[in-house]
């Protein structure tokens, strides 16, 4: 049972244009969400964080949204920037603090 | 701040040999550590708990006596894979959190081939 769904296996963007990550939960218990950076053969980088008692959190080009009805939450990159391909988790955790994984999303930026 | 590594980055071995992975938080004090492993185009998957001066917890469906974890300080885990075996083969990352935080950061990870 998949509990943190990143339906968008692959996304492409324009160099300077936004990034719309999406990320889905099921597990209502979760109360901290992050989003992580991936390149091949490398660990996750942390990017930015987001605990369910906010809706927004902001960090220069990166903004996470959280909408807790909807069990959704998303992470905006702008401008986006040849640097920025990759594939991006997004991660949950719940009172055991153990993380959760998504499946990843490759993104691409265009030049 | 919050860096976490990771050594060897990569190790070939052959099957039957028990390979040691170390992982370490160099900036600061990791009073939790986890071990993940990840196989190609999947996600991350917890292998395994490990809360410094206490034995690991480990998820359903991995061998405790396969994947040995060791947590004797606040910036040193280990994780010795004993008897590898070709299925074994898979890319370990560990992360390392300090205590009262909620983010967790990774090590740059070991690639392990088991021939």
């Known amino acids: 049972d998949q509990q943190v769904k990143q339906n968008s296996p692959s996304l492409s963007v324009q160099e300077g244009r936004i990034s719309i990550l999406n990320c889905d939960y099921t597990?209502?218990?979760?109360?901290?969400f992050l989003w992580y950076k991936k390149y091949p053969a490398e660990g996750p980088t942390f990017l930015i964080s987001?605990?369910?008692?906010?809706d927004k959190n902001e960090d220069g080009r990166f903004t996470v949204f959280l909408n807790k009805s909807a069990k959704h939450l998303s992470l905006h990159i702008v401008p986006s920037q040849p640097g920025d391909s990759a594939v991006y988790f997004c991660?949950?955790?719940?009172?055991?603090?153990?993380?959760?994984f998504g499946t990843g999303t490759r993104l691409t930026i265009i030049p | 701040g919050a860096v976490v590594s990771q050594h060897p980055s990569w190790v070939i071995c052959k099957s039957g040999t028990s390979v040691k992975i170390e992982c370490r938080s160099l900036?600061?004090?990791?009073?939790?550590m986890f071990w993940y492993r990840q196989f190609p185009k999947q996600s991350l998957m917890l292998m395994a708990t490990?809360?410094?001066?206490?034995?690991?917890?480990?998820e359903q469906g991995v061998e405790k006596d396969k994947f040995l974890i060791n947590h004797a300080s606040l910036t040193l885990s280990t994780l010795t894979v004993t008897s590898a075996h070709p299925e074994d083969s898979s890319f370990y990352i560990c992360?390392?959190?300090?205590?009262?935080?909620?983010?967790?950061?990774f090590g740059p990870g070991t690639r392990l081939l088991v021939l």
């Open positions: 490990s809360n410094e001066g206490s034995k690991a917890t480990y």
């Open positions: 987001i605990s369910s008692i906010k």
């Open positions: 900036d600061f004090q990791a009073t939790t």
């Open positions: 992360s390392a959190r300090a205590w009262s935080q909620e983010t967790q950061y």
């Open positions: 597990n209502s218990m979760f109360d901290y």
């Open positions: 991660a949950a955790s719940d009172i055991n603090e153990k993380l959760t």
